[in-house]
C-alpha cells in the first residue's frame, strides 16, 4: 500500500464547509484513493484505473 505521506489528498470545489459527507481524493499515475475527510486517520481505499473511472461513470449518471 502506498504510504499516505506520498499522497496528496484534496476535497471537491462543490464541497463546502458546512458538507458533512465528503472524501477527499488523491491521484497518481496507476491509481486513485479516496478517504473520509472526517477521518482520515481510518486510512483509505485504492482504486485501480478501471475501476475509478467506472466508479465515476456510475456516480455521474447516479446510479448508485
Do not use: H
Not at 470545489?13 to 475527510?37: L, V
Amino acid at each position: 500500500m502506498l504510504k499516505p505521506s506520498n499522497l496528496r489528498f484534496r476535497k471537491s470545489s462543490y464541497s463546502g464547509p458546512k458538507t458533512e459527507n465528503c472524501i477527499e481524493i488523491a491521484e497518481t499515475p496507476d491509481m486513485s484513493a479516496i478517504r473520509d475527510s472526517r477521518n482520515p486517520q481510518l486510512g483509505y481505499l485504492l482504486f485501480g484505473g478501471v475501476e475509478w473511472r467506472s466508479f465515476i461513470d456510475v456516480v455521474k449518471r447516479q446510479q448508485f
